[in-house]
């Protein structure tokens, strides 16, 4: 069963443009963390937030977590081209941090 | 370092065949894991590892067997292939303790078709 699902499901905006994604998971978690994923390759890590923290930032990325509805959001700021991914948030729960439950991701187009 | 790496990059079987996916890592991670991958899915953890000679199922574990006889290998083995099991399979590997970062690297995935 998927823990996490990411809404949208697809995203299309314009370069320079923010794109906002939510995560939405069902239990108790250690962490939560995103990844990006381009077409055709490997899942590359992107942040991880931890259960007691409520925000995070690095770089252009921006995520918080609220753990009492159990919802996520990955902010991009400034988008480029180069963003075009798709995005998965994953979620390690309590006791099996690394144990990784993937939502289905959010497709994100940006258009130059 | 090459980072996690995964051998073959395309597979096709025919159904009731056997094969081995290999993964590998240089970076001295304890834990190793394998994903797979089906379209609309995102991923779905098949077994993981926490160190050489310890394994464990994950959530689909079913048709796989896995063993972990040192650090840097974790080869993944369908007994006995399936349509069902064309899918992309991805290795992935990170640091164990509570002093690291729970990040995984992932490797650049095993595309497999069953026929």
């Known amino acids: 069963s998927q823990q996490g699902e990411e809404d949208p499901q697809a995203l299309s905006i314009q370069e320079g443009e923010n794109a906002t994604m939510n995560c939405s998971y069902k239990t108790s978690i250690n962490n939560l963390q995103w990844y990006r994923q381009n077409s055709g390759r490997g899942l590359v890590h992107l942040i991880l937030?931890?259960?007691?923290?409520r925000e995070k930032h690095s770089g252009r990325l921006r995520v918080t977590l609220d753990t009492s509805k159990k919802s996520s959001s990955l902010l991009i700021t400034a988008s480029r081209a180069a963003d075009t991914a798709s995005y998965f948030c994953?979620?390690?729960?309590?006791?099996?941090?690394?144990?990784?439950?993937f939502g289905s991701g959010t497709q994100l187009t940006v258009l130059p | 370092n090459a980072g996690v790496t995964q051998t073959p990059k395309f597979q096709v079987l025919k159904t009731g065949q056997s094969m081995t996916l290999q993964c590998a890592q240089d970076?001295?991670?304890?834990?190793m894991s394998w994903y797979r991958q089906d379209p609309g899915m995102g991923l779905r953890l098949i077994h993981y590892s926490v160190g050489a000679g310890i394994t464990d199922q994950g959530e689909v574990p079913n048709g796989y067997n896995v063993s972990r006889s040192t650090t840097e290998d974790f080869p993944l083995r369908l007994l006995s292939a399936a349509p069902s099991q064309t899918s992309v399979y991805f290795c992935?590997?990170?640091?164990?303790?509570?002093?690291?970062?729970?990040?995984?690297?992932f490797g650049p995935g095993t595309r497999l078709t069953v026929l």
């Open positions: 937030i931890r259960s007691n923290e």
């Open positions: 992935a590997s990170s640091y164990t303790g509570t002093q690291r970062n729970n990040e995984q690297f």
């Open positions: 994953a979620t390690g729960p309590r006791g099996s941090a690394r144990q990784l439950t």
């Open positions: 970076m001295n991670h304890e834990y």
